[in-house]
């Protein structure tokens, strides 16, 4: 298990050495790692600004500032109880939509039938649907605890394509990959394309929260309404950036002005313990448009951090 | 009017033809629109950063991230109420501030006239002397309502010229524009040039707001205050977006430290119901100061979004 | 044809007003135009960096710097003999590209059938196939002249996959398209994937002139090298910036390190004289990647220019 | 002591002249200055992003947009109470930590024994070591008054070096330059690299105030704890701009997501009144990340300005 | 005259202290200097990319990098032979060109009248005309050479306004401040406005030497040519930034793709010997579109160095 | 040997994974490997723009875009040759350059002793003396090669320190690490510290070309006068970004106006072939000053693959 520690920055420099996620060892075959970290840049399912396929590697040059030990969970040392490892990226092909997804869902199979949970690191939303397809063959249909500022549950998008980064949390209700009446979708805010826009989402059956109401829960009121939410029921955390304000995360490819702060935010996920996580992503950062401090990436890895932490948490 | 209806992001993607606001027509004649958008590309009265002359075509190029329907004033769709339209820009002479003034004042005047509000998108805050001038011939003397980290009340600038973005609303209440016993100006903060550099204000009769004392009121207590104030009088509002924190807007003119969010000042945006919107201006939005993300001017794009949703609940 | 003239930069400053193609009228129906600029937003095709679909309103922003008049081509004015349109965007699929493809073809098909030369902004290089589809369909087969850094005849990429920007130039030959024997590629350089990388396009029927060999040919050199290879043939021009080195042209998908300086390659575009030009584009103008100073942009703003100062010429 | 007023930006454009903080005389000589605020651009001992030596002049760029008047402080004219001057930088031999902390000891010294406050622009938080071993000679041990998302409290930092970033205030306890007793850390959060991250802290004698604590004791609670912890002894404070969120701060070597605000440490530190402060820093501030809108080096300055109002306040 | 070299590069590293030109003493009085640099941030005149008022001090930023020996000219240390300070910046008024003109005029008169070769840092080049007036008072009608993209010899601008940056040479000639028979702009080239924007030079009686023309004479060729025109006149050289092609000084108001290169022009301005130089300009360095690098700012900073060492040969 | 083949950019695009250079395989054991290349992530030994320590990951991830073939030397295919590797960085200690130092010697004795030819990637120019003091124990010394602006031979900076940046080819002769008669010194041009500057190169023994010589003696000529100069003897091979251009090498830290132009000085390195290179290293690039294109880095892996090709011809 020794060579799952990642490189320690008190002894060795951060910017030392080829930058993989937390420093940890970056492997083809996962082994029995308990969780594998892995990278899905794909930003074909993209309605706007491209460049997500960049996120990956952006939240592996960031994430190297984080450090093992995680005092919101009582201290504990993330990689004493869980065998990490950083799994590399599943291909994709630009410009092929469903052929990306493919791989997608070819790669999260490939590690969670391994035994690892798959934390991705995207890519646009649209790859959360080919993930959801590998871990319900695996795990049965989840609940989904989903942060967006947007729910993501458009029928379709231009030309009536019925996959994109707009549409997944449709077509995993659709596909019976998750069960909408364990799944929370909270952050929503914003201007509306239809009046509908909020209400399909509760006409597929999930539970919304919006960032006003979020807000106004508290991080404890939260964990709670969650918690009662999946109920027993494993969970597929997804992540979009864009949940947070654009002055916290400004590398997204949609924001949306008035969300909740980076400490908010992290609040509220630090208050999400108490559920089994068995697949993960954080999507949707897009380092061309985070500028020169990349706070958007150092983000995007500290909620990756925080999510190994709750998994942690259960082991 | 069908006509006015922006292109739908759904079906046609974003970056796909030419932006102007939120999609709209873009027209030189805006025959019986409700709302004219248009640009004030002047940075002529700039005291220091200056790039506000790339303002308006910084925010209509975010703007097209903004959908129709506004769920925080009961999903109201401001396209089915409101005719707007772009109305393009007023023509400037850089170096010549009085003449862009003029151009300005010429142009909203005949938006006005047409029947239209004109919502101003600058440019730098000596933009509003002269939308006032033309919208007071109309109107009479207007109510103020003015966001901004400064009073803009002083006396002169830079050897004593009486004209510049830190000068307009003196020059208002001198000439007659705006009621100042109707008006408010909201969000003070930040070192002073002189001890008077507030008192300055309460002398020409504003009430003044400080960004402390709008946190501490709340987005209903301030909407409740700005009522009271301005009760019956038609208003003017201005939006400089230096009024929030440079988290939030880096992009401006004189950022000051420590104001609202983006969250925090929607929600008081938000909150102002209840009142006539003849003419309003969201200025000192500079994209050279942006970042690759541009939120100061999406978070532009969205105080103008909001107030259009303003004024389509009065109609 | 009076609409038809450019604003005049010397009486409304360039920043006024959204920007269109060198300030042209911005219209939907063509008309009696001689030449329509449009733009192709896909970077479906790109298989590094994303962002071309910003390409063509980034090159519109910055060819608001040009005047009409070329002193390169005896003091043509362009707009007193070419009626000339900014014709909008193609509609474009993210994600899908053989759906974009499609679109882009209608639309160059819309264009030329109207009598139109299409002058289209990319965009990454697989626009070029579809608009020579439609091209191929008014005009017959036709000689290809094409700048670049690549051969772009590779036969497929990542898995298989038969369309993408590094492969329209062979799809061309396979479909009948252009007429490789009356055809020639200018300016590759650079590492190769494979021995073929080059001779590839020779076995096509390509002539190829390298970086090298064009700067040893001179600009009039190369000039009549084109000439006497196109001889009497239609010309579809197709630019792709990379073909300028990463000094000059930064904001492109896979620069090349060591290519011609801006000055040396328009000195060889405006030796370009003689031929018949029906169809040309711009392509692989990505700005997410071009600096604040924007100088690919500019420069293929530049190039589209003498692009219709080489057509004016013939009118 | 007219000649100490700094410029005034009403009467003459900030961005002419040669920058120096708050447009202050720029002296070698500060006479019988009462503060001398002082450049020590050192980044040797930053053990991740490099540039903190451009602290300094940054900050000094944006210190032009501060105004004399603190209205947080009863409006009291700092510059009517105190003769504050530019001493410019400490040298500093890049590559050579030690060399550069034995500079910075000297110019400290030098600043005090001519009786002024040294008010220290960083450089990374090395500074703070060679600071206090000239200050403790002047004035005895100090308290200390620290905010910072880190302890900087580690024993070593690579290859068991004694000397960095990381590591100033154990040496400083070590030492004697401070009271521990009398001393309180402020504002620590994220992931720890040992479990004793924390703890070393305490053992050491220091007080730690998390972030979340801090943010629930609020800017009355903390300068309440504050006051009673430095109890009647003479204070060194010290602010490592990375204490705030990146999004306010994304300027730094080191970001940590989640952190106060710019609005809350501002109250934070308005808040600390009733003590003497003899010594001061503002460190870690590094331009290269902080993007055009400068938006760190801006509130470093602020943060500045706002000790010398508390300085001020006790004369 | 010890106190005029500048601060040495070897001794004490280039990013300690505030940065003046070439590190050299920044004063108010010129005393005895023979050379006396100061900025013009004036960016009034400027039709378009607005910024240049950050010229001056971004060209400092830079000229620390450079050294005082200069091998192109016989190895001459400019500092043992000219006795060259920093005399800041003349003040401006923004928004109000005429006034700014009015302080540069002021500006320029005081340095020359002290006895000082006036070299000036743009701003925009509507400051030359201010800088001509004050040196022909002086010197009488000047010869002018000047390097440029544009003539800058257009009649009016926006509405008719006779002060611009685009004027100020036929206003020179208008005014008796240059001898145009004595005269040569040298660079010009691009698209052109009116067939006369050349021709117009021409008929001031301007000699014209474009690009194309400079880089065929060569740097031997285009020397005799200057000195052969300027023919025992006491000359001003202005300088304008955009003469060079974008891909070196992307930081300017007006790029114009294909220019010189940096080797070329400064092997050009380096074989400028045998005039004497008698006030000289650095104009439209604009940082804001410059990039991390400021490739512009150091260029111009070489550029004014060569001038200072041109003007050592004669001393 | 298989397992030397990098990535095919033809078969998994180029964002994929995590970047090693060329995308090679990253090993710690460097086993039977022709060529070991590898970074030294040191930037102690830089006096003015730090940020060189993320010099070898920004090439990594530029290097991707180049491929296996080199079509300048008889279309070489590098790793059919040559087994290549990536060896990862070197351990460096910030603000201890002398440790740095140490470790650097370290790293390239245990490449050398192993057999393969180090290619580092810095990192500042100090890395290149204990590159030399490691090489010359195994090949005894050695002949220098050596493109650079500044002939780095300076015997001292700071307070008499006698390891810089500006040092290390003054160290080397006097370590008797290289033999002077047989090395050559290329690129020097810009102003100078002292007269010695390029003649105290020449007393050391050295050989010197200045930029405008090796303009004025091409490819060919430069190669021949190389080849004579080495003649015979093992070649170390060491290449600052900053002789380039600052339009082609932003990215550096002692940017130099006036020097060739990317594919100038890649035809220049292309004529380089007729003898044996046993090291080298292709160093000061500073991505923080490189801008979105970042075409600093490709250029420095473009010319670190063209150092591969001149290796593999020999084997």
């Known amino acids: 298990m020794q060579t799952q520690m990642p490189v320690d920055s008190l002894g060795v420099p951060r910017f030392v050495g080829v930058p993989t996620f937390m420093r940890l060892p970056y492997v083809r075959d996962v082994g029995d790692a308990d969780v594998a970290v892995f990278g899905m ?25 984080l450090r ?3 005092p919101y969970q009582g201290n504990v040392n993330v990689f004493e109880r869980l065998r990490v490892v950083d799994a ?7 410009g092929y939509l469903l052929r990306s997804m493919d791989h997608i869902e070819r790669t999260t199979a490939r590690l969670a039938e391994a035994g690892a949970v798959p934390l991705g690191l995207g890519g646009d939303h649209s790859v959360s649907l080919p993930e959801l397809r590998a871990l319900a063959r695996v795990h049965g249909p989840l609940a989904l605890v989903h ?45 509306l394309f239809r009046e509908s826009d909020i209400s ?10 919006t960032t006003d109401e979020a807000i106004a829960l508290g991080p404890d009121g939260l964990g709670q309404r969650v918690r009662e939410r999946v109920a027993g029921q ?31 935010i992290l609040s509220m996920i630090r208050a999400l313990t108490g559920f089994e996580i068995v697949g993960a992503d954080v999507v949707e950062t897009n380092p061309l448009y985070d500028g020169p401090g990349q706070v958007t990436a150092l983000l995007a890895a500290t909620v ?4 190994l932490a709750l998994i942690a948490l259960r082991r």
Chains 1, 2, 3, 4, 5, 6 share one sequence.
Not at 240 to 261: I, K, M, N, R, Y
Not at 304 to 307: G, L, P, T, Y
């Open 41 to 65: 840049p794909s930003d074909c399912g993209g309605p706007y600004r491209t460049g997500a396929r960049f996120g990956p590697n952006a939240i592996r040059a960031q994430s190297i500032m």
């Open 68 to 70: 093992p030990i995680n």
């Open 88 to 94: 590399g990226d599943s291909p994709v092909v630009p």
């Open 147 to 191: 942060f967006d500022a947007h729910t993501d549950t458009w029928d379709s998008y231009f030309d009536g394509e019925r996959y994109s980064a707009g549409t997944p949390f449709r077509r995993a209700v659709e596909e019976g990959l998750v069960v909408p009446e364990r799944s929370i979708q909270i952050g929503m805010r914003g201007s």
């Open 200 to 209: 399909q989402s509760l006409e597929l059956g999930y539970q919304v929260v």
């Open 234 to 264: 494993r969970v597929f955390f997804s992540f979009d950036l864009d949940v947070v304000d654009p002055a916290s995360a400004p590398g997204v490819q949609t924001p949306e002005a008035g969300g909740p702060t980076a400490r908010e």
């Open 304 to 307: 990756a951090a925080e999510v």
